[in-house]
């Protein structure tokens, strides 16, 4: 099902880790969840580590457990692609001319630079679990202006296809 007004391809969803690397669970639970649909072109996969080599590794073990093929980062048409610097500079400046151009939507924090630029792009948000009262005020206050929604990690399919197919406002779905 491709994004009304758009020519069918694969989603493209940029999942990044929050600066203190909280979430890491989350996003291997996540990535579990999404390896179907990676593995049969529909979705395609932007990880950022940042510098990260916890979440480097568990990028590259997740690609081999699941036997998906590791791109180059600059192969826009790679299912799946890991993103990280040596320095916090070096990995984002990976983002800036890679990630967001090519993001349809973001899986991140709630809070902090991924989530703000990731609105400020055009990207769609699907945050994760809130780290303290600071990240939940800003989902709070993201939610509210509809520029996110929780991802629902155990559905994290069926959420992807309902947002890109169910007509919220003027018969258009959320991500649009």
Request: charged share 20%; with cysteine.
């Given at each position: 099902t491709?994004?009304?007004g758009?020519r069918?391809r694969?989603?493209?969803?940029a999942?990044?880790?929050g600066?203190?690397?909280?979430?890491?669970?989350?996003?291997l639970?996540?990535?579990?969840?999404?390896?179907?649909?990676?593995?049969k072109?529909?979705?395609?996969i932007?990880?950022y580590s940042?510098?990260?080599t916890d979440?480097?590794?568990?990028?590259?073990?997740f690609?081999?457990?699941?036997?998906?093929?590791?791109?180059?980062?600059?192969d826009?048409?790679s299912?799946f692609?890991?993103?990280?610097?040596?320095?916090?500079?070096?990995a984002n400046?990976l983002?800036?001319?890679?990630?967001?151009?090519w993001?349809?939507?973001f899986?991140?924090?709630p809070?902090g630079?991924?989530?703000y630029?990731a609105?400020?792009?055009?990207?769609?948000?699907?945050?994760l679990?809130?780290?303290?009262?600071?990240?939940?005020n800003?989902?709070a206050v993201t939610e509210?202006?509809g520029?996110?929604?929780?991802?629902d990690?155990p559905?994290?399919l069926?959420?992807?296809?309902a947002i890109?197919?169910?007509?919220?406002e003027?018969?258009k779905?959320?991500?649009e």
């Open positions: 491709a994004i009304r758009y069918q694969p989603l493209r969803l999942i990044t880790t600066g203190l690397g909280t979430n890491k669970d989350e996003i639970q996540l990535l579990t969840g999404l390896a179907p649909a990676i593995k072109d529909e979705v395609h932007a990880a940042g510098v990260h979440f480097q590794a568990m990028f590259t073990t690609a081999r457990l699941h036997r998906i093929k590791i791109g180059e980062n600059n826009p048409q299912a692609r890991v993103f990280h610097g040596n320095d916090i500079v070096d400046e983002l800036l001319d890679y990630v967001f151009p993001a349809d939507g899986i991140s924090k809070s630079d991924m989530a630029e609105v400020a792009a055009g990207c769609f948000l699907l945050t679990h809130p780290w303290g009262e600071w990240e939940e800003i989902r509210a202006m520029v996110s929604i929780r991802a990690i559905n994290i069926s959420q992807l296809k890109r197919i169910m007509p919220i003027k018969n779905p959320w991500v």
